[in-house]
């Protein structure tokens, strides 16, 4: 009994432990484990961006992030927010359109995810997504999200944001959230979320069940409630992202006009600055599916949508892809996992009557797919490509939308100059001239490489740009007009040099040049000529010399007339650098004589640099330093003295023309033991280069001249070689411009792979190969087939009594360029139009009134069609008989095709009906 007792004792200990170890592993698994997430959500600057999660238990979580995954920028420890173990952190300080990793870390467990983080505000190109309705089939989701996620392998910066037309999930549950649109069992789901911020609309399963949209997705720009459990109301908001302005409104929730809603949206619209915008919203206005359309958006919003030039809406809830065209504006319904994927895309004006709706009721419909696909838009500059891809990958459709020229405003810069140069203590202004044909210009903003440095409201449009930093820098202008349009300049390259402007100098101004002044100044091989004016500053213009060197001066006046006077000249050089030309020897040169006055003089040996040059002319009389007179001009240079060394300089380019955006190798042959190296390049990219052999890309026609400067320990030496490199147009490969097919005919009795006829490309690239293919789904397509470019009949053929077949024939070049033609095959029937007797078959009269007779044998039915193709009268022998009357006094006046079906073949005949 003692031992039973302790033997049971034993056990209950035992199994007391094995509970208690396996609760506390059990609890620790759990709380390791991450419930959704990591997801994102793009908060509208481009310097943050929101990371969420969601725990099965309570625990501290920490998040780091960087832009490698050593996650080096920033590390953050996280609670819990609300009832229900969710996390949020927001992420600043992002470097606007760089690539970040982060990671979350719950007791040692992982999840990591990347993102972009918003592109710069003056961005013309992006990529962007688009989908909605996934609130059935997880696995049909995952598949969608496969194929966008090769989309951002294949361009990683198309890592942007996706935006969701509604209807998340079917009921709205917690249930439903976890299972289908947060399912953690489909992997792409879960990646793409790690990945893409989804910026969502408000669909009506959002509105069954509770408050879960509000919770899982808090947009911090909704315009009312609060954000963990939001009721519905105010749920709609705007965010830009470079180029493009996304609106996202509730269709749940009043849209009449004077609605909060409402007021909101044409609010929005109208001080929206970007030329691109995209409303996104669940109940389409316009589709084509198992919902009527929404009068009250065609009503009330539509007419906002074309008055502020929005050309494209998104759309969900009807569960078949569609896209109808009304008033410029494209309403595209997505469905991501919806579909009954039971027909691929047809072409409306191709349909042969299997529409899905009568057309006259959809008169704006474009597209049409029941398949699941998400959207995928590039937008580059002024146009946006459109790609719709379904779960295998292949395309549903293509289209290009065009921003109207006339909408936007003209910008071009005016000062500076490409390539002008300034020292770091300097003010740059920088002046633009911008024009708008159809409103004014609201603003003109002035950056310099994408970063905003000012903004101007009225002409003239410029800025003041100080406490420059120097290096070389792209500067370029975007004009806004009264409408929120944009238009970006060219940029022009300018350069901030590590030095401090020169000294000032006293003023001296002539205050007549109605009859004389300074036409030209000539210093060894330096000359500039120039315009009568009382001062001019060309002290930026170097005259470059060497210590000692005996320097040789012509001047020359300009006269209004023939007649010459005589002109006294004066030069003084600031030898030195204290900002006045008053100390011995400075005043280099005097004298006086009508036309050139031709002098020398010697350049000192104890001075080098850069030092300021004045040139003085005055009629009749000595010009006084620092003193205003009447009659002649003052000009300032600056004389460059360098030791007088002489170095071997030269370079060579591996080839000296090329085509525009191809890149030249250059090799520097100079003398060794140089200090320092720099390169101009004249209209290349890049313009300098302090490199020993540079590679310089030339992206514009022209002739463009090369200059290299060494500096040595004693001194420097240059070279320039003007005109040097010549740069011609690139030829651009043509897309084929028509397709010929040598013959149009086929007998409607042809055989399984008759020969129709030649392709042929018309291509104005005469060397491009081409390969042909008929677009599926469209038209008479399944009748025929394509061997290399050889038309025959598919396997499939046979003559449906329509006389015309219409197929689609597309056409690609080897560089990918594209063409497509609506070709018409003509069948011909055997028997001509007086033909009343075949297969021992009467049918007559001909011409007919109102009644055609048939005496035929083993008759199964008769077909009338015009001849269009459209069968009119149908007629099925149920009895043995074989004579049969069918009355034609329905028919109009005119030619039609009777087909007569035996059980041992068919017979055709035209008649005419009078």
């Not at 990591?38 to 969601?54: A, D, F, H, R």
């Not at 009449?256 to 389409?284: N, R």
């Not at 009134?849 to 008759?859: A, K, M």
Request: hydrophobic share 30%; proline share 3%.
């Amino acid at each position: 009994m003692k031992t039973k007792l302790k033997s049971t004792l034993r056990k209950g200990i035992i199994l007391a432990l094995l509970i208690v170890v396996n609760i506390t592993f059990h609890q620790s698994l759990v709380k390791a484990e991450v419930r959704k997430g990591p997801y994102l959500i793009y908060p509208g600057s481009n310097t943050e961006m929101m990371v969420l999660w969601q725990l099965h238990t309570t625990s501290t979580c920490s998040i780091e992030w960087g832009t490698d995954t050593n996650y080096s920028d920033g590390i953050a420890e996280t609670q819990e927010q609300g009832t229900d173990h969710q996390h949020t952190y927001t992420i600043s300080e992002l470097t606007p359109g760089t690539l970040y990793y982060y990671r979350i870390t719950d007791n040692n467990d992982y999840h990591t995810g990347s993102f972009f983080a918003g592109t710069n505000d003056s961005e013309q190109s992006i990529t962007f997504f688009a989908g909605g309705d996934t609130q059935r089939n997880s696995s049909k989701i995952n598949a969608v999200w496969s194929k966008l996620l090769e989309q951002i392998e294949d361009k990683p910066e198309a890592q942007t944001f996706l935006l969701h037309a509604g209807d998340f999930t079917e009921d709205g549950s917690e249930g439903d959230w976890d299972t289908i649109f947060f399912n953690r069992n489909r992997l792409h789901t879960t990646e793409l979320q790690s990945k893409l911020p989804i910026m969502g609309a408000r669909g009506n399963h959002e509105c069954y069940t509770g408050t879960q949209y509000g919770k899982y997705y808090p947009y911090p720009q909704y315009q009312s409630g609060d954000i963990m459990h939001r009721t519905g109301e105010g749920c709609y908001y705007t965010f830009t992202y470079g180029p493009v302005q996304c609106f996202s409104i509730n269709t749940n929730e009043s849209l009449d006009i004077g609605s909060d809603q409402y007021q909101w949206l044409k609010t929005e619209l109208e001080k929206s600055t970007k030329a691109w915008k995209v409303v996104y919203y669940h109940a389409p206005a316009w589709g084509s599916g198992n919902h009527e359309n929404r009068d009250d958006i065609q009503e009330n919003i539509q007419p906002l949508l074309a008055q502020n030039n929005v050309k494209l809406v998104i759309n969900g809830h009807n569960h078949d892809y569609t896209r109808s065209l009304v008033d410029g504006v494209n309403h595209m319904v997505m469905v991501t996992s919806c579909s009954s994927n039971t027909r691929d895309g047809q072409v409306i004006a191709e349909w042969d009557g299997s529409k899905p709706k009568d057309e006259l009721e959809y008169p704006h419909l474009v597209y049409y797919d029941r398949y699941n696909s998400f959207a995928k838009f590039e937008i580059n500059n002024r146009e946006l490509y459109a790609e719709i891809i379904r779960s295998n990958g292949s395309l549903v459709e293509s289209f290009v939308i065009s921003l109207d020229e006339s909408y936007f405003p003209e910008v071009s810069i005016t000062l500076p100059l490409e390539n002008d140069w300034f020292y770091k203590d300097e003010t740059i202004t920088i002046a633009a001239n911008a024009t708008d044909k159809d409103g004014g210009i609201a603003r003109v903003e002035f950056y310099k490489d994408d970063e905003l440095i000012g903004e101007d409201t009225s002409y003239p449009y410029e800025i003041a740009w100080s406490n420059l930093t120097p290096g070389n820098y792209a500067i370029t202008t975007i004009a806004s007009d009264n409408e929120g349009n944009q238009t970006s300049s060219n940029s022009i390259e300018i350069e901030v040099k590590d030095e401090l402007a020169p000294l000032s100098y006293c003023e001296m101004t002539a205050s007549d040049q109605s009859y004389e002044w300074i036409a030209s100044v000539q210093f060894g091989d330096f000359t500039n000529p120039s315009d009568p004016t009382p001062y001019s500053d060309f002290s930026k213009q170097e005259i470059v010399v060497n210590a000692g060197d005996e320097l040789d001066v012509i001047l020359s006046p300009g006269y209004k007339s023939t007649t010459q006077y005589s002109e006294t000249w004066m030069v003084w050089v600031d030898y030195n650098s204290d900002g006045d030309f008053e100390d011995d020897g400075e005043e280099v040169l005097t004298g006086s004589n009508k036309g050139a006055f031709n002098s020398s003089f010697t350049i000192p040996n104890n001075t080098l640099g850069k030092k300021r040059v004045r040139v003085a002319m005055r009629y009749n009389k000595a010009p006084e330093l620092c003193n205003n007179f009447t009659g002649g001009e003052i000009e300032d240079y600056t004389i460059n003295i360098l030791n007088e060394t002489s170095y071997l300089t030269d370079f060579s380019a591996n080839k000296t023309t090329i085509e525009a955006s191809q890149s030249i190798e250059f090799t520097n042959e100079s003398e060794a033991g140089e200090e320092s190296i720099l390169w101009t390049f004249d209209g290349g990219n890049p313009a300098t280069s302090t490199d020993l052999n540079p590679t310089v890309t030339y992206n514009t026609a022209g002739t463009y001249s090369v200059t290299l400067e060494l500096t040595y320990s004693d001194g420097t030496a240059s070279i320039s070689k003007d005109d040097y490199i010549n740069v011609t147009e690139k030829a651009i490969n043509q897309a084929p411009q028509d397709i010929e097919l040598s013959n149009n005919l086929v007998s409607a009795d042809a055989s399984t792979s008759a020969l129709v006829g030649t392709l042929t490309a018309i291509d104005p690239d005469l060397e491009d190969s081409h390969s042909f293919e008929i677009v599926t789904n469209v038209g008479d397509a399944t009748y025929y087939k394509i061997e290399n470019n050889l038309l025959f009949t598919d396997k499939a053929f046979s003559f449906n009594g329509n006389l015309t077949h219409s197929i689609t024939i597309r056409v690609t070049d080897n560089h990918g360029n594209s063409f497509s033609k609506l070709i018409s095959i003509q069948i011909q029937t055997s028997t001509g139009i007086n033909t009343d007797i075949a297969n021992n078959c009467l049918i007559y009269p001909n011409p007919i009134t109102t009644q055609l007779n048939i005496e035929c044998p083993q008759v199964s039915e008769v077909t009338i069609y015009n001849l269009a193709g459209k069968s009119l009268i149908y007629y099925a022998n149920t009895s043995n008989n074989s004579t049969h009357r069918l009355s034609t006094s329905t028919l109009e006046n005119g030619i039609y095709i009777v087909k007569v079906l035996m059980t041992d073949g068919h017979q055709i005949v035209r008649k005419i009906k009078k």
